[in-house]
């Protein structure tokens, strides 16, 4: 069974740094693509960041580019999201997701809060 | 930056048939997917490629494609559809995932 387990999330204040960190379990991490995708309350997901599963490919959205840096750990089956320079609006509910071939989220967790506040 | 357009809500009858729109440019040439978020939950994948179905998700749901339009319908509506759905792409031109504004689907 697949399983995505994220962690690190929390309350920090505005120009603060956290790291989320992303288990996963049941199925080869090193051939999936892994993406990050937020929530903020009461709106739509927002995608941030995907990362390929071995060829070092990265993309990030233009509201986060240059504060966060997602990254993997193939050997711990283990996906990351360095967020620095945390504004309010940054605060959400944040999924990491298994990406399919043609783009498709076939997998979420259950996310993990942050939020940002002084 | 591509943009995807869903209507704010619909609402339905049981039984009845929903169908949900999701415009955007040239869509006709991309693969769309759909997902279904119920409260407090994370999104559910329940279309991919246009038409497909993961495991699990009942024939009930499906997906189409007409000019600049994708369209999830919903036929046999029940009470447990009730949720918010929402169509993504992924846009190549700026390589980032687009999700669409969503959907409020209302079972009446």
């Known amino acids: 069974e697949v399983q995505l387990v994220e962690s690190g999330g929390g309350l920090v204040q505005p120009g603060g740094s956290l790291r989320l960190s992303c288990a996963a379990s049941?199925?080869?991490?090193?051939?999936?693509?892994m993406n990050w995708v937020r929530q903020a309350p009461g709106k739509g997901p927002e995608w941030v960041s995907y990362i390929h599963g071995s060829l070092g490919v990265i993309y990030y959205a233009d509201s986060v580019k240059g504060r966060f840096t997602i990254s993997r750990d193939n050997a711990k089956n283990s996906l990351y999201l360095q967020m620095n320079s945390l504004r309010a609006e940054d605060t959400a509910v944040y999924y990491c997701?298994?990406?399919?071939?043609?783009?498709?989220?076939?997998?979420w967790g259950r996310g993990t809060p942050v939020t940002v506040s002084s | 930056s591509y943009v995807l357009t869903q209507p704010p809500s619909v609402s339905v009858a049981p039984g009845q048939t929903a169908r949900i729109t999701c415009g955007g440019s040239?869509?006709?040439?991309?693969?769309v997917h759909w997902y279904q978020q119920k409260p407090g939950q994370a999104p559910v994948l329940v279309v991919y490629?246009?038409?497909d179905r993961p495991s699990g998700i009942p024939e009930r749901f499906s997906g189409a494609k007409s000019g600049n339009t994708a369209s999830l319908t919903i036929s046999r509506v029940e009470a447990g559809d009730e949720a918010d759905y929402y169509c993504q792409v992924w846009d190549n031109t700026s390589e980032h995932v687009v999700f669409g504004g969503g959907t409020k689907l209302t079972v009446l």
């Open positions: 997701a298994r990406d399919q071939r043609s783009g498709n989220l076939d997998y």
């Open positions: 049941g199925f080869t991490f090193s051939s999936h693509s």
């Open positions: 040239n869509i006709g040439s991309i693969s």
């Open positions: 490629d246009d038409s």
